[in-house]
């Protein structure tokens, strides 16, 4: 018996699958929402080592570049949105960014069809983390 794994127990994905999902994660990179590194350090007032620190830490939304580097979608640096990342990042049990910002820009039936971004600006906090904590 082999324990190598046959050609069946993989999927083979489309190249034009996998290169529309590249170009969606490159168009929602360079929308105008999206800040650099260095451009995050200077909207709160600390370093770029800090802003990768808060990144690392599941404390902010960071998209790694193929380039190096992060973007980092601007409206979390929102007074009342900051403090809900660390929260969300340990509800859903992960700190990757694209992970993150995904579950918070989908719709979501247990929100009517609204994203958990947009139930947190309302106020919702506590019903997204409670969403999250169902999904991880």
Known sequence: MSSEPSSAEYVSVPRDVLQAGLTVRAARMAAADMLSTNDAAALTGTSEAAIASLIADGRCIGLSQLSGGFRLPKWQFEPSFMPVVPKLSKALG???????LT???????????????????????ERVLSIAGQEA
């Open 94 to 100: 992960t700190t990757e960014g694209w992970a993150l």
């Open 103 to 125: 579950f918070l820009e989908s719709p979501h039936g247990a929100l009517d069809g609204a994203t958990p971004r947009a139930a947190i600006e309302r106020g919702e906090v």
